[in-house]
């Protein structure tokens, strides 16, 4: 499995959260991308573009008379996959570097209903006896 497929998931998000700021075209996404490190041309951004458009993720407005720049908009449903991953990334993120963050203690702070409060961490069980909390599709 090469990087880029790792790193999919999190260009898809790079588009959903700069169409949920401003209307973005392909070539501004193409430069932005890059500010990130991503290499990404147009080949795989376009097809990309209108995958999430057909999916109900963002809307493509045209240029008027149908010729000239096409911008998109994130939807609301784009909107809402946008909310359900930062808590996803997130999660994944605290635990990346919980090591880094001195989460090691055995305690993790948790902020529930806008108090926080420290509980003790659930024991972790082996990879192979843990079960999977989320299914995910590349596609």
Known sequence: MGDQELYSGLIRLHVLYHASQQPVYGFWLMNELSRHGYRIGPGTLYPLLHRMERRGYLLRRGAAGGRGRRTYVITRAG?????????????????????????KDGHEHVREHGREHVRERPRVLPYAAAPLRYRISIR
């Open 79 to 103: 909107r809402k996959a946008l909310a359900a991953a930062k808590v996803k990334v997130r999660e994944l993120y605290e635990e990346l570097f919980e090591d880094e963050a001195g989460g």
